[in-house]
């Protein structure tokens, strides 16, 4: 069992930055593939960046490449994602989430994840 607590999100304006940092309890977080979804109101909750657990193999959706970048701290069993260049759109309720897997991939599908944080809200400006 893992429990995960985000924090970091916030009100910014269009082209700003905030990082936002998913805390894990538990010591086998380095054995979890790791993700952070978002869900505007209305939408459904989706990926937006995920990694690997051994090789730290990344996935970005087209929407943030060259924006966000995850990365993870397992001595200190956080989750990262930085926000750079946000835009309105990028406005939801994100998530991150605990994926078990023997396999070295990143989890990208909502289904597949175990165990969820309670969310953190990014409100961007125009």
């Known amino acids: 069992q893992v429990q995960l607590v985000e924090s970091g999100g916030g009100l910014v304006q269009a082209g700003g930055s905030l990082r936002l940092a998913c805390a894990a309890s538990?010591?086998?977080?380095?054995?979890?593939?790791m993700g952070w979804f978002r869900q505007a109101p209305g939408q459904e909750r989706r990926s937006v960046v995920a990694?690997?657990?051994?090789?730290?193999?990344?996935y970005y959706t087209d929407a943030v490449k060259g924006r966000f970048t995850i990365s993870r701290d397992n001595a200190k069993n956080t989750l990262y994602l930085q926000m750079n260049s946000l835009e309105p759109e990028d406005t939801a309720l994100y998530y991150c989430g605990a994926c078990g897997t023997t396999n070295d991939i990143p989890c990208t599908s909502p289904l597949g994840i175990g165990h969820w944080g309670q969310g953190t809200q990014v409100t961007v400006s125009s």
């Open positions: 538990s010591r086998t977080f380095n054995h979890y593939a």
């Open positions: 990694i690997s657990w051994i090789f730290g193999r990344t």
